[in-house]
């Protein structure tokens, strides 16, 4: 089978209900890039009144360019066409300059339903921040019964000598794709944050079971919790923001009992949250770095 198709079949949608009247929708699918190239791809939007909608998209979903992008956009009445553009970063694992982020723009993408699965479909521009176009090509989004139940198939119908990638990416997409979404942070990674607070709450704990793992927290080289041991339960630091850019390092001291050390994290200010998991060797550090 051809890796686009099985990652077509890896796609889902799935539709939640906030309070009594706020319907959150979430499509993921692929960007197919003119000239070769295909980029997973991830829209998450409501409803804000009237025609229009706001949310946020993810590219590069499992990739080493993991990026969350502000949306907004525009909604048919009868349903069947949506625009959106990208309006800003929320965070990226990408080291490139905001300059070079080609930003997502739909217009008047198709929304139909086709043998019981939704599916949105369209062409697409990428613009960098000036406006000069950076890329082009199609989008591809769909349900997420379809999908699924196509995955098992293929899943289940895979022998020994089938492709080793379709199975790793059968893997990836049951473990991250449908699991908690967390974005992980391993050897020397970056997690760069959007964040217009003046302070930060480091959370940090073991979400799996306890085995002795210990890190250390910098901030711009400051430590700011040396050699902790990492439990189940939650232990915080407020820290406060007087750089533009403020990096954050945190240090694997210790593996436990069995490795690697992997820690849970959650930074907050105010309403905001971002969850994380660092998935470090002894020594070994990942950065967060909070820009405004």
């Known amino acids: 089978m051809h890796i686009v198709n099985i990652i077509f079949l ?121 406006g000069k176009k950076c890329v082009d090509g199609y989008i591809y989004l769909i349900g997420a019964d379809f999908a699924d139940s196509l995955a098992q198939k293929v899943a289940l119908s895979a022998n020994e000598n089938t492709s080793d990638t379709l199975k790793r990416l059968l893997s990836t997409y049951s473990q991250k794709v449908k699991g908690s979404g967390i974005t992980e942070l391993k050897k020397n990674e970056l997690l760069s944050i959007k964040w217009p607070c003046q302070e930060a709450t480091i959370e940090l704990w073991d979400g799996r079971a306890e085995d002795g793992d210990m890190v250390s927290v910098l901030l711009n080289g400051v430590v700011v919790m040396e050699k902790v041991v990492i439990t189940q339960q939650k232990k915080s630091v407020v820290v406060q923001l007087r750089e533009k850019i403020n990096l954050i390092k945190i240090i694997a001291e210790h593996e436990g009992n069995q490795s690697p050390c992997t820690v849970d994290v959650v930074m907050r200010c105010d309403d905001r949250k971002h969850s994380l998991q660092t998935v470090l060797n002894k020594s070994e550090n990942a950065l967060i770095k909070l820009y405004n």
């Open 10 to 130: 890896l796609l889902f949608v799935r539709v939640s209900v906030f309070g009594q009247q706020r319907v959150e929708h979430e499509f993921v699918g692929t960007l197919q890039i003119n000239g070769g190239g295909l980029v997973t791809y991830k829209l998450v939007f409501s409803e804000t009144g009237g025609l229009t909608i706001a949310g946020t998209s993810m590219t590069d979903l499992l990739g080493p360019d993991k990026t969350s992008s502000k949306i907004e956009g525009t909604i048919s009445v009868d349903k069947t066409k949506i625009s959106i553009r990208e309006t800003e970063n929320i965070y990226t694992k990408s080291t490139a300059a905001d300059s070079l982020f080609c930003y997502i723009h739909i217009n008047n993408a198709r929304i139909k339903k086709v043998s019981n699965k939704r599916v949105i479909q369209g062409n697409f521009v990428g613009k960098y921040r000036n």
